[in-house]
C-alpha cells in the first residue's frame, strides 16, 4: 500500500475533477445530498485536500477559512476503501497544515462520523442541526497537551 496525500486549489483542473467525482459518489449518490448543495462558492477559495492510495485517489476534503476559524469539511472515502486508515491519515494531514494558525479548529459531523472525530481530539460544542436532510453537530479540535 502505497499512501500519498497531496494538496491543492482550485485552479488544478484535473485534481479538483478527481475530488469532485468522489465527492459526488459518496454525498450525491450515496447520501442523496442535492447536487446543488454539494457544491458552492467556496470550493474555488477552499484549500482542497486528495489521498490516494496506490495512485488511485480514494478521498477526498478541503479546509476554508471563516469568521469563527478554520473550517475542515467535504470529508468523503469511497466506500470500498473505507475502515482501512485513510480517513485518520487524511484528517491527521489536515490537522497538521492548520495546526500553526492559531485559530480555532472546527467541523459539522455527520451523526454517524461524531464518534471518529472524537478520538482525533475533536468534542462536540452544541446541538445537533439538520444540513442536506441529514442531522449534523458542530464540533471544535481540541489541540492535544
Not at 68 to 87: D, W
Not at 112 to 135: P, Q, S
Amino acid at each position: 500500500m502505497s499512501i500519498n496525500i497531496i494538496s491543492f486549489n482550485f485552479n488544478n483542473k484535473t485534481l479538483t475533477e478527481k475530488a469532485f467525482k468522489i465527492r459526488e459518489t459518496v454525498f450525491i449518490k450515496e447520501q442523496n445530498v442535492p447536487k446543488d448543495m454539494e457544491y458552492d462558492e467556496f470550493d474555488e477559495k477552499a484549500i482542497q485536500f486528495l489521498i490516494f492510495n496506490n495512485e488511485i485517489p480514494v478521498g477526498t476534503s478541503r479546509y476554508r477559512t471563516t469568521t469563527k476559524g478554520i473550517k475542515l469539511e467535504r470529508f468523503a472515502i469511497l466506500k470500498e476503501h473505507r475502515k482501512k486508515g485513510f480517513a485518520s491519515q487524511l484528517l491527521k494531514f489536515m490537522l497538521e497544515k492548520v495546526n500553526g494558525k492559531n485559530q480555532k479548529i472546527y467541523l459539522f459531523a455527520q451523526i454517524n462520523a461524531v464518534n471518529f472525530y472524537k478520538k482525533h481530539n475533536f468534542t462536540i460544542i452544541d446541538d445537533e442541526f439538520i444540513e442536506t436532510g441529514i442531522v449534523h453537530y458542530e464540533m471544535d479540535y481540541v489541540k492535544p497537551e
